[in-house]
């Protein structure tokens, strides 16, 4: 998530950067989105997932 939203949330520079498939890219983060119930529509909400990763590592 953290290179997902560092990478302005360009998932092919972020698969090349964890190097890993696209499709590895695209399944993690549906299922964190469904888990964690995240919408980056919304800019509150996109602040804080944003702020978090940064602060966990």
Same mark, same amino acid.
């Given at each position: 998530?953290?290179?997902f @939203?560092?990478?302005h949330e360009n998932k092919k520079q972020t698969a090349l950067d @964890?190097?890993?498939h696209r499709?590895?890219?695209d399944?993690? @983060?549906n299922k @964190? &989105?469904?888990e964690y &119930?995240?919408?980056y529509?919304?800019?509150g909400e996109y602040l804080y997932v944003f702020l978090s990763c940064l602060l966990v590592g």
């Open positions: 998530m953290k290179f @939203l560092l990478n @964890l190097q890993i499709s590895t890219l399944y993690r @983060l @964190l &989105e469904q &119930e995240i919408n529509n919304a800019p």
